[in-house]
C-alpha cells in the first residue's frame, strides 16, 4: 500500500509543480495560482465523501469479501467531478484543461487507496457495521475547506470581470 501511494505521489507531483508556474494576474497584484492543489484536494474530498455515504448505505449487507467496491466508488466520484468542472470552464468560467480533469482524478485515486487504508485499520465490528465511516466522512469535510474557499474566490473573480 505504501509504495503505491508514493507511486501516486511521484506520477502527481510534476502536475502538482506546475502550479507554481501559473499566475493570475489582477487590478494591481500578482498572485499564485493554487489552482491544481485544489483539484486534487476536492479529488481526495469527493473520492472520501462517495465511499464513506457508500459504505454507509451498503453497511448492513456491505459483503466484506469484494475489498474493491468502496474505492472503485471513490475514484468513479472524482473523475465526473473533475469533467464537470472543466465542463463549467469550458462554457466561460474559467480555463478547461485536461490536466485538471487527470488531477482531481489522482486526488480520487490516492482518496481511493487511503478508503482501502481505512477499511484495514477499522474492521466491521460483531454486529457488521464498519467503525470507518466517521472517519472517511470528517476527513473528506476537512479537505473540502480550501477547496470551498477557492471556489468561492473564483466565483468572486468572475462575478468582478463581468462588471
Known sequence: MRKAVC???LVACPFLAAAQDETRAGPAYTVQSPGKYLHFLAGMSLGMLGA???EYALQPTYPSQYPLVLPSVAISVALPAGIA???LDATGFGDARLTDVLITTAGGLLASMMVGYVE???????????NSVALLLSTSALLAVPVAIGFAREVRNNLEKRR
Do not use: V
Not at 120 to 130: D, E, I, M, Q, T
Open 7 to 9: 507511486l501516486l505521489l
Open 52 to 54: 464513506g455515504l457508500a
Open 85 to 87: 468542472k472543466e465542463l
Open 120 to 130: 484495514a485499520l477499522y474492521p466491521a465490528n460483531s454486529r457488521g457495521k464498519s
